[in-house]
């Protein structure tokens, strides 16, 4: 049975690679990186995102001054329409992906709210 059940996420996989919505994901990822100034936006502020998400896992204070350079970022993303493109994309993508976990969880929401 389980084979059964891993065979059939592979093909989920499969899938999920192939649907437009990953292609045109792909399409604007590739889009940021081929341009060596929006790349640079974007990685800093995707790392931006990454410390201050792994502050506050760690309890600790996010200071104003990161605060500031954070909207300064976000104002380089917002402006800067090949990354604005790319999070579309990725919104776009994150909502297949949630209709996806919605369905391949329905059978445990079942039997705990039964």
């Known amino acids: 049975m389980a084979t059964n059940i891993l065979d059939s996420a592979k093909v ?5 690679r192939e649907s437009a919505e990953f292609i045109h994901l792909k399409q604007q990822y590739d889009n940021v ?4 100034a929006t790349k640079k936006i974007f990685d800093d502020f995707r790392n931006m995102q990454l410390n201050l998400q792994t502050k506050q896992m760690q309890g600790e204070q996010i200071t104003q001054e990161e ?6 970022q976000v104002m380089a993303v917002q402006q800067n329409e090949k990354i604005a493109a790319l999070l579309e994309a990725e919104q776009q993508m994150s909502n297949v992906i949630q209709q996806i976990n919605k369905i391949v969880m329905k059978p445990l929401e079942e039997l705990y709210n039964d």
């Open 33 to 36: 990186y081929a341009d060596e």
């Open 67 to 72: 605060v500031m350079q954070a909207q300064q």
């Open 12 to 16: 989920l996989e499969q899938t999920i």
